[in-house]
């Protein structure tokens, strides 16, 4: 382990012997805390190949379980975001794409911060099941073309390990590491193609557009030196996604799409994402085709009617999503009110998503209890006109006061005097 370090230390390329006796020796605790930090410290400064850091991913993969999906017919494609707030684009690309015949096998995890994971928003839904045996998900895809279930085995023990100590040793922001450690973990589930929502932006946790592409380049590399044809889309995170955040009133959102309400930036991401993965699943041949189908199936139900059926397949109540205001709710709607006449300028993110935490939508620790009637919806985004009492948001709360979130609603908006244009949505395709 000393003669890896050094190497790596002083610029050289680590051969695969040299990286599978790393992953394996530490996943295995033979190799020490002490050595495992110098060396991501080493790949911190000198980073390292496509090369290595793809045999870098695949003996994350190989330290585990891995989701066999081979028993589902047609091409595997999963989609993957690097997170952003309000982002509940999961529950509208799933049916999309499975309503033109692909399957979707979708592994999700609960969330830890701001709002809960997919699964915990999906759980909004009263009765959904999201545990099951592999048997049974396999049968709700080849039956439905979509089953969403809880993460279950040992997916990339070494990445949880890594990511862990790397979480305290300042090695978090290293590029190959962070691409590394999110494709281990989507190459272990299972899926022949991988669509990545690269966020970029103040509420990313990449700001710059250079780094995100930078991200997003490295991702896509992995992919396709694994056999995983990997497409990255590069998307807007300067503000929340839609205008919903929170559980239910992201699923309520989800769901407005698939009936064909037109919330401009959540559909047109939600029709890009979904159309790379129909071309990655090789059901249509170009983009445009692609593009134009997903619509269609918005239009004539179809999508829908997709969201239905994976209601109902895992014992969901469906009425809550034919009429969404039986969709949890929380008891008060409290408005937090411009101060002054201007334009948005700015809306933080981050401060949206800790705002709706506060209001009890996320966790701050694990064994916090998620409410999943508890959110923010925003009445201005940046660019529109706002005058001086007009809301900004209103917070669905359970508590007729909730101080914190105000303030940090309050934090988060920015006013100006000139007009701002409306930011980009999808800023790159990295392919
Ligand atoms: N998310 C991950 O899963 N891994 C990283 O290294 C960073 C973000």
Same mark, same amino acid.
């Given at each position: 382990m000393y003669d890896v370090i050094v190497k790596k230390r002083d610029g050289g390329i680590l051969t695969k012997e040299e990286i599978e006796y790393f992953v394996e020796g530490y996943t295995k605790g033979e190799i020490p805390d002490y050595q495992a930090s110098a060396l991501t410290m080493a790949i911190y400064f000198q980073g390292m190949t496509a090369e290595e850091t793809a045999t870098l991913t695949q003996a994350m993969v190989n330290s585990g379980e891995t989701i066999d999906l081979? %028993?589902?017919e047609g091409k595997k494609v999963d989609k993957h975001s690097t997170g952003g707030v309000g982002d509940k684009v999961t529950f509208i690309v799933g049916p999309l794409v499975a309503s033109v015949g692909i399957p979707v096998a979708k592994m999700s995890g609960r969330g830890l911060g701001h709002t809960g994971g997919t699964l915990d928003k999906l759980e909004s839904i009263k009765g959904l099941e999201i545990e099951m045996t592999k048997e049974k998900f396999i049968e709700n895809v080849n039956k439905h073309k979509l089953a969403v279930a809880g993460q279950t085995g040992n997916l990339a023990p070494a990445d949880k390990k890594l990511y862990a100590l790397r979480d305290v040793t300042g090695t978090v922001n290293s590029l190959p590491l962070i691409a590394g450690s999110i494709m281990s973990k989507k190459i272990a589930s299972g899926a022949d193609s991988i669509v990545l929502d690269v966020k970029t932006g103040s509420? %990313?946790?990449? /700001?710059t557009l250079e780094d995100s592409e930078a991200l997003a380049r490295e991702m896509v590399d992995i992919g396709n030196n694994l056999g995983r044809n990997t497409v990255a889309v590069i998307s807007d995170m300067n503000q929340p996604l839609g205008y919903e955040v929170g559980n239910a009133n992201e699923i309520k959102e989800a769901a407005e799409i698939l009936k064909g309400k037109n919330v401009e930036d959540l559909r047109l991401l939600s029709l890009e994402i979904s159309s790379h993965m129909a071309v990655l699943a090789e059901v249509f041949p170009s983009y445009e085709e692609a593009y134009a189908a997903l619509e269609a199936n918005i239009e004539n139900g179809k999508a829908f009617q997709s969201l239905r059926t994976l209601v109902e397949s895992q014992g969901g109540d469906v009425a809550m999503i034919d009429d969404l205001n039986q969709l949890p709710k929380a008891a008060y709607e409290i408005e937090v009110k411009a &101060? /002054?006449?201007?334009?948005?300028? %700015?809306? &933080?993110a981050e401060s949206i998503g800790i705002a709706a935490m506060y209001l009890g939508a996320g966790r701050a620790t694990k064994d916090d209890q998620i409410n999943h009637g508890v959110g923010i919806s925003l009445k201005k985004k940046i660019g529109d006109p706002v005058k001086a009492g007009e809301a900004l948001v209103v917070l669905i709360s359970d508590d007729e006061e909730p101080v914190d979130s105000i303030s940090k609603v309050k934090e988060a908006y920015t006013i100006s005097d000139k007009q701002v244009e409306k930011p980009t949505l999808i800023h790159n395709i990295i392919k």
């Open positions: 081979s %028993a589902i509420g %990313a946790f990449m /700001k &101060d /002054k006449d201007g334009y948005v300028s %700015a809306i &933080d």
